[in-house]
């Protein structure tokens, strides 16, 4: 069982400590059965929907909503959001997927929407029956955002949306997207906004699915001749970039608390190799190169929890914007953790790159969250920027 001692750690309280009691309780009687079961992957779609009724069921998908919407907080607790992402991570990628969405499908309309709207999206999502999708991605934009080519007119009382977005997760069996257009009030940035789009409006079509090295549903949208109410603009309009960026800075410490819960798992896998397996007459572990991939991994493991935890903590108490501390959690993180589970396939050796073995699983779970929401190479980029302005701050 992985270290819990970060538990004990001042940036969270009594009641995270009971939160991850409940939840670690509930992988163990719940989640690991059906993990185990086999079949998560036979039918992709279908286990998604799955698990999200179970994490509804047990009441986790609340804390993905504010508290006035079926939620448990009044506002997001990130730090929550931190400890379920990694526990869930620890058993399972894909019900850390599940997990994720129902957040990040909903943050830009917990975080700008009006009440009428949150009222009428929030609270499915709150109970795990209405699945949540974000759509940000474009071919022709990922990491620079301003160069979204969506674009959404306004037609009467209506917005007309008519574009492409792409690797879109939850794509396909969602039943909302919070989608970013160009609505021109300005040229780059300053030029986007933000809707809700019902997953069944017509004009918006699931082009194509797309198969990833740890699958879970991910689709390509076209949006031709979409219309949807005037009043689905989440916020004012122009506001979209600030409101994408805003949701992100959220979200991307549970990016790097998910990372976190695949190393931990990792270290956990290796460890135990390392004591089973007899080497030159002796445990694994008592060669020093082993030691030292092990030590490594003990040390990477909780520098990333103190970036997330930080991260989260300087959120809940208040901060206004966290961008500078959400990089350096999501960068941190995620870009350790794979260093992790690369040792951690070294330490089975030819074990380790078997289909079917824990850290082999691992390996191709991690790849992805070092390039979606911001990859690695934009996180430094933001960090800089953050440390430049500080720096001329100072100067005066
Ligand atoms: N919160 C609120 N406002 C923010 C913000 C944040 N985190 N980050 C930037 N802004 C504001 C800026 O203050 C600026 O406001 P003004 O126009 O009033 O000055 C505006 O937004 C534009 O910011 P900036 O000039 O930094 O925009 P850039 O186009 O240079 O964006 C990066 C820079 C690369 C950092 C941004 O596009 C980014 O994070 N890209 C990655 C996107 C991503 O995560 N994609 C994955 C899709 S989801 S899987």
């Known amino acids: 069982m992985a270290d819990?001692?970060?538990?004990?750690?001042?940036?969270?309280?009594?009641?995270?400590?009971?939160?991850?009691?409940?939840?670690?309780?509930?992988?163990?009687?719940?989640?690991?059965?059906?993990?185990?079961?086999?079949?998560?992957?036979?039918?992709?779609?279908?286990?998604?929907?799955?698990?999200?009724?179970?994490?509804?069921?047990?009441?986790?998908?609340?804390?993905?909503?504010?508290?006035?919407?079926?939620?448990?907080?009044?506002?997001?607790?990130?730090?929550?959001?931190?400890?379920?992402?990694?526990?869930?991570?620890?058993?399972?990628?894909?019900?850390?997927?599940?997990?994720?969405?129902?957040?990040?499908?909903?943050?830009?309309?917990?975080?700008?929407?009006?009440?009428?709207?949150?009222?009428?999206?929030?609270?499915?999502?709150?109970?795990?029956?209405?699945?949540?999708?974000?759509?940000?991605?474009?071919?022709?934009?990922?990491s620079d955002v301003s160069a979204t080519r969506t674009r959404a007119e306004r037609d009467g009382d209506e917005w007309r949306i008519d574009g492409t977005k792409t690797y879109i997760s939850n794509g396909g069996i969602a039943d909302q997207y919070v989608v970013f257009a160009r609505t021109g009030e300005a040229e780059g940035a300053r030029g986007l906004s933000a809707f809700v789009v019902d997953a069944d409006t017509p004009g918006l079509e699931v082009a194509e699915r797309i198969d990833v090295i740890a699958p879970h549903p991910l689709a390509t949208l076209e949006f031709n001749g979409c219309r949807v109410p005037a009043g689905n603009r989440l916020g004012d309009g122009g506001s979209g970039f600030k409101a994408a960026m805003a949701t992100l800075d959220i979200f991307r410490p549970t990016v790097g608390a998910a990372a976190l819960g695949f190393a931990r798992r990792a270290l956990d896998e290796a460890t135990g190799r390392s004591r089973r397996r007899q080497l030159f007459g002796a445990p694994l572990h008592d060669l020093q190169l082993v030691q030292g991939m092990l030590g490594e991994s003990a040390l990477d493991i909780d520098a990333s929890a103190l970036l997330v935890f930080r991260a989260a903590w300087a959120k809940d108490r208040g901060q206004a914007r966290i961008t500078r501390e959400a990089a350096m959690a999501k960068l941190y993180a995620t870009e350790s953790a794979q260093a992790v589970i690369d040792k951690a396939v070294q330490i089975f050796g030819g074990d380790g790159v078997l289909a079917g073995n824990k850290v082999e699983e691992l390996y191709r779970e991690i790849r992805a969250l070092r390039i979606y929401e911001g990859a690695s190479e934009v996180q430094k980029v933001v960090i800089a920027r953050a440390h430049l302005a500080q720096a001329a701050e100072a100067d005066g």
């Open 4 to 142: 819990p001692s970060f538990l004990d750690w001042p940036f969270l309280d009594d009641a995270h400590r009971r939160l991850a009691a409940e939840l670690e309780a509930w992988c163990e009687s719940e989640l690991l059965p059906f993990v185990d079961s086999g079949d998560l992957h036979d039918d992709l779609d279908a286990s998604c929907r799955r698990l999200l009724g179970m994490l509804g069921a047990a009441g986790f998908t609340r804390y993905a909503v504010p508290a006035a919407y079926g939620g448990v907080h009044e506002a997001l607790d990130v730090r929550s959001l931190c400890l379920i992402r990694m526990t869930l991570a620890y058993y399972s990628g894909l019900a850390d997927f599940v997990f994720a969405m129902q957040g990040l499908g909903s943050g830009t309309i917990s975080l700008f929407a009006d009440d009428r709207i949150k009222a009428r999206y929030l609270p499915g999502v709150a109970a795990g029956e209405r699945c949540a999708a974000f759509a940000l991605t474009e071919p022709e934009s990922g």
